[in-house]
């Protein structure tokens, strides 16, 4: 296992991405706190997962824009497991419409709950891993944020933000061992992408090189890959799993 022995906190877990995440965690040995914001009985099912899987859990109902609850969030995963290794900034939302018509809150919302959360989770963490001189972090981004999608000028902006916070984060604390990296998923079958009509996933499906839209397994993947010692000579980059929609 490759996380054996190891406690990790993921934001935003219980549905999606963040899901796939915890389990993969749990799967290579790893204790898991997550975060949630609404789904508590999705919530309860996972715990029960990781449980089932023979590792320790924690989820807490918490909101990510506030500074307090995600300091509460460490504080808690702290003391149940007795060490903090991986931090993954996934939780996140989007409210897509065009710019003429996006109101002030839609746009706050957006930046402080995705960029803001990002922010918050990470400053809390971060202070145990540089005293202790090891430690990463893993921030889901998107595509939108490296190539800008229409109607999401809020989202965009706060993808395009994680990345850059990846990028300096990643330079300040490497001399203290800790090493910080993004993922970028395209377009991966979850929630978001089940609610749209069947001729527009059609349409988007076949702008992607591989035919098909992600599976959730897809993005842990490469998170499992930047958190293993097989890539403990990277850090500061951005990893896009988008089946080739924005090959640069």
């Known amino acids: 296992m490759l996380f054996q022995g190891k406690a990790a906190i993921v934001t935003g877990g219980s549905r999606g991405i963040g899901r796939a995440i915890v389990l993969m965690l749990a799967q290579e040995g790893a204790d898991v706190a997550f975060s949630y914001f609404k789904s508590v009985q999705d919530a309860e099912s996972l715990i029960k997962?990781?449980?089932?899987?023979?590792?320790?859990?924690?989820?807490?109902?918490?909101?990510?824009?506030?500074?307090?609850l995600a300091k509460d969030l460490i504080v808690k995963a702290k003391e149940k497991f007795g060490r903090l290794d991986i931090l993954v900034n996934n939780a996140g939302i989007a409210k897509d419409k065009a710019l003429m018509m996006m109101t002030k809150d839609e746009w706050q919302e957006v930046i402080d709950t995705n960029l803001g959360g990002t922010f918050n989770a990470t400053r809390q963490a971060i202070v145990t891993f540089l005293k202790q001189k090891s430690g990463q972090i893993i921030n889901i981004t998107s595509v939108s944020g490296v190539a800008g999608l229409a109607r999401q000028v809020n989202?965009?902006?706060s993808k395009a933000g994680i990345i850059g916070f990846t990028k300096s984060l990643a330079k300040e604390v490497a001399p203290y061992g800790v090493r910080v990296n993004a993922v970028a998923p395209g377009f991966v079958e979850t929630d978001m992408i089940a609610e749209l009509k069947e001729d527009y996933k059609e349409q988007l499906k076949?702008?992607?090189?591989?035919?098909?839209?992600?599976?959730?397994?897809?993005?842990?993947?490469?998170?499992?890959?930047l958190l293993s010692d097989a890539a403990g000579f990277i850090t500061g980059q951005t990893i896009i799993v988008d089946g080739g929609l924005f090959i640069q």
């Open 206 to 225: 076949e702008q992607i090189p591989l035919g098909r839209f992600g599976r959730v397994e897809d993005v842990s993947a490469a998170v499992k890959f």
């Open 49 to 68: 997962e990781v449980v089932g899987l023979g590792r320790k859990a924690l989820g807490l109902q918490i909101d990510v824009r506030d500074f307090t």
């Open 155 to 157: 989202y965009s902006a």
